[in-house]
C-alpha cells in the first residue's frame, strides 16, 4: 500500500519569496492534515480537510498560509510571502474519515534565508 | 487553548533498562492519547495509543498508562534496545476527526 507521498522534500528559499508544498494522502483516505514541525518541537497542526472542506484552520498565519484540496484529493500548502520563521518541516498526514491512526508523508524540509 | 506537556526533554538510559516518559494534557474533553515515535530525519510513526475508557494498554515491550483524574499518561519501554533510539511524541485529542495536539517531544538515547 502506498504511503503519504509529499514533494518537493527539500526547499531552500530566501525571505519574502513564496513556496508551494504538495501532499497525495492515502487513497481512500478523506481527512488530510498539514503540520508544522519546528527543529527541537512537536508536530503543530496548521489546517485540516475533510474531502475539499476545511474542518480546523485556527492555527494556519492566514496572512501568508494558504491551503486547498480543490478535489477532495490532493493538496497544496502555500506561503505567500516567507519569513525566516517559517523554516521548518511541512508534514502532511492522512486518515480515514472517523479514523484515529494518522499516517504521516515524509514531510518537506523547509529553509529560509 | 489545549495544550499537551511532555517530560522529560532527553532521556539517557542504558541498553536493557526502562525507560519511562510522562505527558499532562490540559482539555478534559480529550479522549484519546497517541504516541508516536520520530527516527531521525524520517517521518512521526504510530506506535500504541490508549482511549479514555482503559487505564492501561500494552504491547510487547510498549506500555502506555492513563489516569483521566489527574490529566496525565505515560509510556513505558521495558528492555530498552538500540533501535529504541528516537524522538517520542505524545499527543492527545477529543475524538475521531479532532485535531491531535503534540507534546513538544523527548529524546530517548539507548547507551550501549
Known amino acids: 500500500e502506498a504511503g503519504v507521498a509529499q514533494s518537493p522534500r527539500y526547499k531552500i528559499i530566501e525571505k519574502r519569496q513564496s513556496v508551494a508544498f504538495w501532499c497525495n494522502p492515502i487513497?481512500?483516505?478523506?481527512?488530510l492534515y498539514w503540520y508544522q514541525q519546528i527543529l527541537g518541537q512537536g508536530p503543530k497542526l496548521l489546517i485540516q480537510?475533510?474531502?475539499?472542506?476545511?474542518?480546523?484552520d485556527s492555527q494556519l498565519p492566514k496572512d501568508r498560509f494558504s491551503a486547498e484540496r480543490l478535489k477532495g484529493v490532493d493538496s497544496t500548502l502555500k506561503i505567500q510571502p516567507a519569513k525566516l520563521e517559517d523554516s521548518a518541516v511541512y508534514l502532511c498526514?492522512?486518515?480515514?474519515?472517523?479514523?484515529?491512526?494518522?499516517?504521516f508523508g515524509p514531510g518537506t524540509r523547509l529553509t529560509v534565508l | 487553548g489545549e495544550n499537551v506537556e511532555q517530560h522529560p526533554s532527553t532521556l539517557s538510559v542504558q541498553e536493557g533498562d526502562s525507560a519511562v516518559i510522562k505527558c499532562t494534557y490540559s482539555?478534559?474533553?480529550?479522549?484519546?492519547f497517541p504516541w508516536y515515535k520520530q527516527e531521525l530525519g524520517k517521518r512521526p510513526q504510530l506506535i500504541i495509543d490508549?482511549?479514555?475508557?482503559?487505564g492501561e494498554k500494552k504491547d510487547q515491550r510498549i506500555a502506555v498508562t492513563l489516569n483521566k483524574t489527574a490529566k496525565h499518561f505515560s509510556l513505558h519501554i521495558t528492555e530498552t534496545q538500540p533501535e529504541d533510539s528516537a524522538v517520542y511524541f505524545c499527543?492527545?485529542?477529543?475524538?475521531?476527526?479532532?485535531?491531535?495536539?503534540f507534546g513538544k517531544g523527548t529524546r530517548l538515547h539507548i547507551l550501549p
Open positions: 498526514a492522512s486518515s480515514l474519515v472517523g479514523g484515529l491512526e494518522q499516517f
Open positions: 487513497s481512500g483516505h478523506a481527512t
Open positions: 480537510f475533510q474531502n475539499n472542506g476545511v474542518v480546523d
Open positions: 482539555d478534559s474533553a480529550s479522549n484519546y
Open positions: 490508549i482511549r479514555s475508557n482503559v
Open positions: 499527543a492527545a485529542s477529543r475524538s475521531r476527526d479532532d485535531k491531535i495536539i
